[in-house]
């Protein structure tokens, strides 16, 4: 993948993440998850301060990572979703789910890149090492 094209895909899937954000808030459809993936640690506080302070580094590092970094597909998926996610974080003071699918828990586009990006990640990382 082109550096180009893996910049434009992040900023794409950060801007549709955030715009279903906006507009499922003031649907008063969306859920605001304090905690980690599932809803863990959802009331506490010392882990919400960790969940604040530890992202600015990473936000750091996504930043940095994605002008350098995206050439790999599942790379760029992982970072858009991570980035998308950590905005949440720092300016809502929690993740906003929107999806509900079935008996799964909340999620939402940034977690479907997050996802998707590893899976991808993975299966490009054992190509190569099997070629």
Do not use: C
């Amino acid at each position: 993948m082109r550096k180009r094209k893996g910049q434009i895909i992040f900023f794409l899937i950060v801007v549709l993440d955030q715009f279903l954000k906006l507009v499922t808030l003031k649907r008063g459809s969306a859920v605001l998850n304090r905690g980690i993936s599932f809803g863990l640690f959802n009331d506490s506080f010392s882990f919400e301060v960790l969940l604040v302070v530890l992202p600015v580094l990473l936000g750091i590092f996504l930043f940095v990572s994605i002008f350098k970094l995206s050439k790999n597909f599942g790379l760029v998926l992982i970072l858009s979703g991570g980035f998308s996610n950590y905005l949440d974080r720092i300016i809502k003071g929690g993740v906003v789910d929107y999806l509900k699918i079935w008996f799964f828990p909340h999620f939402n586009l940034a977690d479907l890149a997050i996802t998707l990006g590893f899976v991808w990640f993975l299966v490009d990382f054992v190509k190569k090492q099997t070629v």
